[in-house]
């Protein structure tokens, strides 16, 4: 099927395809041409003139879909890159061992968005930065070479860790925040084959190419989410702080994972969102965890630790006390305490 849309975007093509490997040949084949799944994000940046693709590949049909339990003795549920929102939040296998990651879903959209948005657009959704989607400002992402309003504009929504002097745009993602802390695995196809790719390594920081957000190449595609089972008595939870509470996007956030046996730490998972260029792993504060008893002076010594990078501006220095705050509420919640 193949047709010509036009209304207050440009003229563009667009196919439908009936095969992984004919949609991933046909974007490959075209500089210009890109993916289209639910389409939540992509259409209001083609409509607002941010994105302006030629070839429109639509992956809605492919065998893409669904959730599969750990049927291959692995300890790994195998989630679609089709698969809605709304599907992986009412899984209940998600629901029992991935706490973090249905919280991460029910507080990242609204249940009308949740029903239409795919989790592989979800990980590749971009930047609500004003200056990016605003086509009259100067954006780096957007346009390399053409500056970065944020740095000396309004930047209250704006990152603390992983900036650049090129860009501060903060990751919109909840449920990238979620998986990155539980040590999600990215399956991509592409022209070369196959790849697995942890969602570690998956995200850019900003540097001098603001424009590269990620490691996939032209032409691959997201085809599932691997997300590792945590063991028996993991408790995870992510908390996300707003302005408002209807679907806004966060201010701070954070995925924790603590298994505690005997009052001791004896693993700890910890991500923050909100405050970075990139879904933002907090390694150093996971190592301050690790065999301390669960108390609030460890907590607070996480949390300091996982901002120390931090470098903010004067309009959004108030986040790193706010991400302090939300990592020892974050922590102090799945350690069944409230200090």
Not at 49 to 77: A, K, M
Not at 115 to 121: E, F, P, R, Y
Not at 212 to 233: K, Q
Request: proline fraction near 4%; charge should be neutral.
């Amino acid at each position: 099927m193949a047709a010509t849309a036009e209304a207050t975007m440009r003229a563009f093509e667009y196919v439908r395809a009936t095969g992984v490997r004919e949609a991933v040949a046909a974007v490959t084949a075209d500089p210009a041409a890109a993916f289209l799944a639910g389409g939540t994000t992509q259409v209001d940046l083609m409509r607002d003139g941010v994105l302006g693709p030629d070839l429109l590949v639509d992956i809605s049909d492919l065998p893409l879909r669904g959730i599969t339990g750990d049927t291959r003795g692995d300890g790994l549920l195998r989630v679609g890159a089709l698969t809605t929102m709304e599907e992986l939040a009412a899984d209940a296998t998600v629901r029992q061992r991935l706490p973090a990651v249905r919280e991460a879903l029910l507080a990242g959209a609204s249940p009308q968005l949740r029903n239409m948005a795919t989790i592989g657009g979800n990980l590749l959704q971009r930047t609500r930065c004003r200056y990016f989607r605003d086509v009259s400002c100067a954006c780096n992402k957007r346009q390399p070479g053409s500056g970065c309003g944020a740095i000396e504009g309004f930047h209250r929504m704006h990152a603390i860790l992983g900036t650049s002097q090129h860009c501060i745009a903060t990751h919109a993602s909840d449920l990238a925040v979620a998986l990155t802390a539980l040590d999600a695995v990215v399956q991509v196809r592409g022209s070369a084959g196959d790849r697995a790719i942890p969602l570690t390594e998956f995200y850019l920081v900003p540097g001098s190419t603001p424009e590269v957000e990620n490691v996939l190449a032209h032409g691959e595609l997201i085809t599932a989410v691997d997300v590792p089972l945590p063991p028996v008595g993991t408790v995870s939870a992510y908390l996300k702080v707003r302005d408002r509470a209807s679907y806004e996007f966060a201010l701070a956030s954070a995925a924790v994972a603590l298994t505690v046996t005997g009052g001791e730490i004896r693993a700890a998972r910890l991500a923050l969102g909100g405050v970075a260029t990139v879904p933002w792993r907090a390694r150093a504060a996971e190592e301050v965890l690790l065999g301390t008893a669960a108390t609030e002076a460890a907590f607070r010594a996480a949390a300091d630790a996982a901002v120390a990078q931090a470098a903010p501006r004067a309009g959004n220095a108030f986040k790193v006390e706010l991400a302090r705050r939300t990592v020892v509420r974050a922590l102090s919640s799945v350690a069944g305490k409230r200090l």
